[in-house]
C-alpha cells in the first residue's frame, strides 16, 4: 500500500506564512517528479508547483516569487513554504507523485495523490 499523507495547511492573514508537506510511505521504492495542485471551490486543480528527482523546479506564474517547493528524497518528502500569502491562495492543496512501488517482488508505477489539506487565507 502507498501513501500520500499531507500536512501544515490552516487559517492566516494575507501577508503570511504556510508550509505544508506531505510524506510518502508504504512500498514505495522511488519517486520521480512530486506535484503540488490546488483546488478552489468552484474551480478546476491547478497545478502549483513541482519537482524532479533531480531538484528541478517549475512554478505556477501566480506563485512565482512567493512559494518554494522543496524535497528531501531519503524521507521521501516534499514541501511547500508558502509567503506572502493571498486571499486567492484559498483552496485545498493536493500532493501528487510519480512513483514506483514493489509489490509481491514486482515492480509497478502509479501516480499517487495525498487527501488534500486546507489552506484559508483572509483579507
Known amino acids: 500500500q502507498v501513501l500520500l499523507v499531507e500536512s501544515g495547511g490552516g487559517s492566516v492573514q494575507a501577508g503570511g506564512s504556510l508550509r505544508l508537506s506531505c510524506v510518502g510511505s508504504?512500498?514505495?521504492?522511488?519517486?520521480?517528479?512530486m506535484v503540488w495542485y490546488r483546488q478552489a471551490s468552484g474551480k478546476q486543480r491547478e497545478l502549483v508547483a513541482s519537482i524532479t528527482f533531480g531538484g528541478i523546479t517549475e512554478y505556477a506564474d501566480s506563485v512565482k516569487g512567493r512559494f518554494t517547493i522543496s524535497r528531501d528524497n531519503a524521507k521521501k518528502t516534499v514541501h511547500l513554504q508558502m509567503d506572502n500569502l493571498k486571499p486567492e491562495d484559498t483552496a485545498v492543496y493536493y500532493c501528487?507523485?510519480?512513483?514506483?512501488?514493489?509489490?509481491?517482488?514486482?515492480?509497478?508505477?502509479?501516480?499517487?495523490w495525498g487527501q488534500g489539506t486546507q489552506v484559508t487565507v483572509s483579507s
Open positions: 501528487n507523485a510519480d512513483l514506483t512501488y514493489v509489490s509481491g517482488g514486482l515492480y509497478g508505477t502509479r501516480d499517487a
Open positions: 508504504g512500498n514505495i521504492f522511488s519517486i520521480r517528479t
